[in-house]
Nanobody
Framework: QVQLVESGGGLVQPGGSLRLSCAASGSIFSTNAMGWYRQAPGKQRELVARVTSGGTTNYADSVKGRFTISRDNAKNTVYLQMNSLKPEDTAVYYC????????WGQGTQVTVSS
């Protein structure tokens, strides 16, 4: 059974930075794509960033140039570095392992507010 545990969320002022981490248990991390998603109140969950097993990345247009996704296969961990945060980035952030058979973390709250 794969378990994903996110951490690093919190309250930050506009323009600030946060780094989210998602640690995975199990042995399938390195062979699967990893993604960060977010869900704001009253909105659908959306893809923020994704990194393939080979390291190819893609981003939502709304976060390009501000967020960076990376992975450390030795640590079974994926990161999301978030810079120049805006109030509209406020959401619960989830990590996901896989594309077809998928596993989700429990989510971590990010609040951007002055």
């Amino acid at each position: 059974q794969v378990q994903l545990v996110e951490s690093g969320g919190g309250l930050v002022q506009p323009g600030g930075s946060l780094r989210l981490s998602c640690a995975a248990s199990g042995s399938i991390f390195s062979t699967n794509a990893m993604g960060w998603y977010r869900q704001a109140p009253g909105k659908q969950r959306e893809l923020v960033a994704r990194v393939t097993s080979g390291g190819t990345t893609n981003y939502a247009d709304s976060v390009k140039g501000r967020f960076t996704i990376s992975r450390d296969n030795a640590k079974n961990t994926v990161y999301l570095q978030m810079n120049s945060l805006k109030p509209e980035d406020t959401a619960v952030y989830y990590c996901r392992l896989g594309d077809y058979l998928t596993y989700w973390g429990q989510g971590t709250q990010v609040t951007v507010s002055s």
